[in-house]
């Protein structure tokens, strides 16, 4: 149901532009976003959107640089990431959920259903 694309290699402060294509879901179901894992580390949360309500919310260290936006029309969801530094390096997941949860458990990677295969951003210094 969710498919990564757009990942690759990019020297720190390039930008890379990741695309979830999303099938399956209807409209009105639960947030989406993206989390992230780098080598060694938990599954740490990026960024998200509420389905509902359309707000959005981004972990403290991609604020300011990274910008998450839904296409209804084409059924994806984006994540626009500039200013990357060698500490985004990371294999990057796009999450859905059945189903609205409060707010504050947004970030929460084990409240997603599904889950994409992953798609590999390298920032280099």
């Known amino acids: 149901q969710l498919v990564e694309s757009g990942g690759g290699l990019v020297q720190a402060g390039g930008s890379l532009r990741l695309s979830c294509a999303v099938s399956?879901?209807?409209?009105?179901?639960?947030?989406m976003g993206w989390f992230r894992q780098a080598p060694g580390k938990d599954r740490e949360f990026v960024s998200v959107i509420d389905t509902f309500t359309s707000n959005i919310r981004y972990a403290d260290s991609v604020k300011g640089r990274f910008t998450l936006s839904r296409d209804k029309a084409k059924n994806t969801l984006n994540l626009e990431m500039n200013s990357l530094k060698p500490e985004d390096t990371a294999v990057y997941y796009c999450?859905?959920?059945?189903?609205?949860?409060?707010?504050?458990?947004?970030?929460?990677?084990?409240?997603?259903?599904?889950w994409g295969e992953g798609t590999l951003v390298t920032v280099s210094s």
């Open positions: 999450a859905a959920r059945d189903g609205r949860i409060i707010t504050s458990a947004m970030h929460r990677a084990e409240h997603y259903d599904y």
């Open positions: 399956g879901r209807t409209t009105g179901s639960g947030p």
